[in-house]
Nanobody, 118 residues
Framework: VQLQASGGGLVQAGGSLRLSCAVSGDIFSINIMAWYRQAPGKERDVVAIISDGARPTYADFVKGRFTISRDSAKNKLYLQMNSLTPEDTAVYYC?????????????WGKGTLVTVSS
């Protein structure tokens, strides 16, 4: 499985962006997908998680503003981000946990930079 995130850019505070993550490879091995972010000088944090049959979960700092979704037909993962603030500035990464036999493997895509100006 390979992941490729896109859609980042510069946006003013209060604006919106939609990130996309293209998924290729053995998509049927995917258990869970998520978006993470890493701000300058900070650790990488989970933003939102989605898995089949379960309600998406969100970090408290994005609840009510961000929406994660997955289009299996297009092999895409999305993150709709609304009401952006400068604190949302970070590199955003898509992530998947895949099943490889009896093992669970983490797959990371290259990040996409989101910059929110005040």
């Amino acid at each position: 499985v390979q992941l490729q995130a896109s859609g980042g850019g510069l946006v003013q505070a209060g604006g919106s962006l939609r990130l996309s993550c293209a998924v290729s490879g053995d998509i049927f091995s995917i258990n869970i997908m998520a978006w993470y972010r890493q701000a300058p000088g900070k650790e990488r944090d989970v933003v939102a998680i989605i898995s089949d049959g379960a309600r998406p979960t969100y970090a408290d700092f994005v609840k009510g503003r961000f929406t994660i979704s997955r289009d299996s037909a297009k092999n895409k993962l999305y993150l709709q981000m609304n009401s952006l603030t400068p604190e949302d500035t970070a590199v955003y990464y898509c992530w998947a946990e895949i099943q490889d036999g009896d093992d669970r493997v983490d797959i990371w895509g290259k990040g996409t930079l989101v910059t929110v100006s005040s």
